[in-house]
């Protein structure tokens, strides 16, 4: 059975803290997603990344980065957390399905974290 | 630039009722589509996806949605509910990466189905 795991469910926060979510997929992907969640706006792509070390902007990279340190794990980190980042946070893995960078097919999502940031 | 339409942010439906939840895309390049559903507390799971053939494609859960290129709608259907589909449904679309490295999948703001017994 495929699954993603994300290291927490809630999360608070305060303004300014550095903040890490992480996420694990257990079946050897090689494309791996963050995506924030906000009512009325669906799922919004923030990073992406389809190898080890590597990574790409989405819709909405400012005030996040990422790490890919190895293929299973994928981080999002918010440097300096602001009261606008407070929003439900998806990770999410695909398998890479032609011979070149791609988010096709189905995607596997994890749980979820809901953040807030006070 | 693509995008996707969700026009009912919330359908409410007596159980056993058919239901028909919208999804309209704009892009005049080939595309997948996708429905998704998020039940309360979950992440999301695909209920059904198009990538080729037959334009009526089935899913889980009893699920179906049909894909029609001139409208360039894939409505997702059932014809009968249950208080168990109570969830968040998203619609998706994949295009292909033209002016990017990836193909990127683009969803729909969601439609919360409500299924009142």
């Known amino acids: 059975d495929v699954k993603v795991t994300q290291s927490s469910r809630y999360l608070v926060k305060r303004t300014g803290e550095k903040v890490f979510l992480e996420c694990v997929q257990d079946?050897?992907?090689?494309?791996m997603f963050w995506y924030r969640q906000d009512p009325g706006l669906g799922l919004r792509l923030i990073y992406f990344?389809?190898?080890?070390?590597?990574?790409e902007k989405g819709d909405i990279p400012e005030g996040y980065s990422v790490s890919r340190e190895k293929k299973e794990r994928f981080s999002l980190i918010l440097e300096s957390a602001s009261t606008n980042q407070t929003s439900m946070y998806l990770c999410?893995?695909?398998?890479?399905?032609?011979?070149?960078?791609?988010?096709?097919?189905?995607?596997?999502f994890g749980p979820g974290t809901r953040l807030t940031v006070l | 630039a693509q995008s996707v339409t969700q026009l009912d942010s919330q359908v409410p439906v007596f159980e056993e009722a058919p239901v028909e939840l919208r999804c309209n895309y704009s892009?005049?390049?080939?595309?997948?589509l996708f429905w998704y559903v998020q039940y309360p507390n979950q992440g999301l799971q695909l209920l059904l996806k198009?990538?080729?053939?037959?334009?009526l494609v089935k899913g889980i859960n009893g699920f179906e949605a049909e894909f029609n290129k001139s409208q360039t709608s894939f409505h997702l259907r059932k014809p009968s509910v249950h208080i168990s589909d109570t969830a968040e449904y998203f619609c998706?679309?994949?295009?292909?990466?033209?002016?990017?490295?990836?193909?990127?999948?683009?969803f729909g703001p969601g439609t919360s189905l409500s299924v009142i017994p």
């Open positions: 999410a893995s695909s398998s890479l399905h032609i011979d070149r960078p791609s988010s096709t097919d189905t995607q596997y």
């Open positions: 079946m050897d992907h090689e494309n």
């Open positions: 990344s389809y190898d080890v070390k590597m990574k």
């Open positions: 892009s005049s390049v080939s595309v997948y």
């Open positions: 198009y990538l080729s053939g037959s334009t």
């Open positions: 998706a679309v994949k295009v292909n990466g033209e002016e990017t490295s990836y193909d990127k999948v683009i």
